[in-house]
């Protein structure tokens, strides 16, 4: 599974910005995608996902605040980034979760992050 993210950088509190996950693949179908987060000196979190048949999940920090959708060639997904604080600063990652063709198991693959900086 290759991710690939983008979208992320310097933004004033308040501010939004959308960041975008495109997925590839050819060992398996695709059930869901995610976004989590890092922040300096704290563990990694969920931030939001949603699965192939739509389902959504959001952390409590950020409902409200975030939506994640789908593009429509669905290998693409988008997290919309409101009202944004300082504490959101972060580096943002895209998961997918994956069923792999060769043992039906599922697999998660992480993409490189990308750095979201909020200033106050």
């Known amino acids: 599974v290759q991710l690939q993210a983008s979208g992320g950088g310097l933004v004033q509190a308040g501010g939004s910005l959308r960041l975008s996950c495109t997925t590839s693949?050819?060992?398996?179908?695709?059930?869901?995608n995610g976004w989590y987060r890092q922040g300096p000196g704290k563990q990694r979190e969920l931030v939001a996902s949603?699965?192939?048949?739509?389902?959504?999940n959001y952390g409590d920090s950020v409902k409200g605040r975030f939506t994640i959708s789908r593009g429509r060639n669905e290998s693409t997904v988008y997290l919309q980034m409101d009202s944004l604080k300082p504490e959101d600063t972060a580096v943002y990652y895209c998961?997918?979760?994956?069923?792999?063709?060769?043992?039906?198991?599922?697999?998660?693959?992480w993409g490189k992050g990308t750095q979201v900086t909020v200033s106050s």
């Open positions: 998961t997918a979760d994956q069923v792999s063709y060769s043992d039906y198991k599922l697999y998660r693959s």
């Open positions: 949603i699965t192939k048949g739509g389902i959504i």
């Open positions: 693949t050819t060992t398996g179908t695709i059930d869901a």
